[in-house]
């Protein structure tokens, strides 16, 4: 891809995400190893960040809509993955990255759910994440969307299964805790 396009494809792109969330933070966190690298090389994805989205900051990959080979959501076209903090952690990138490149050879729904295994930190309830459909935007023509990844415990995990994830969804507003990751927080259910 030529230069000229890749900044096409890059300012089409932000302007979707900045319709859905506002005016991006000015810094853009560019991986040190590009994504089209590939995840052995040490790739990552580029993130937006919007620093006052709901009390917190949102993190948004910004490299999987457009150009790449992802495979495309039923619901939603091509997505780029997001995670909200109550603070400045950076930790989001580990996750969002290693799903980036999954997301290229697996589709993942809103919905859908994923354990995190040995990516959650020891003495955190969250054990999986929770899949949920954070916006929708056209680019170039084409329908993309944002995946909001949620942090889920065991029981809530359970609950989703049970009930879906609406109920779940609607629950975690209840109590104050969606949209927000949060490793310490005590299970809703």
Known sequence: MTDGAWQQLWNARLAGLEGLFGKSDPDVQHAVVPFELGYEAGGGPDYVTFSNHKGGVLF???ELTGESSQLPSAAMGQYELAMLHRGEEDWHSRIQRGLAYYSL????EPGHTMDLGPLAPGGSEIS????????R????????GVLLLVGITQHELAMKDYSGAEVLVDTLKEQGVFPFTDWWR????
């Open 105 to 108: 050879k697996t589709v993942i």
């Open 137 to 144: 935007f056209k680019l170039n023509d084409k329908s993309a």
């Open 60 to 62: 948004v990959s910004a």
């Open 186 to 189: 005590q299970s809703t259910v």
């Open 128 to 135: 999986a994440l929770l899949f949920v459909d954070y916006g």
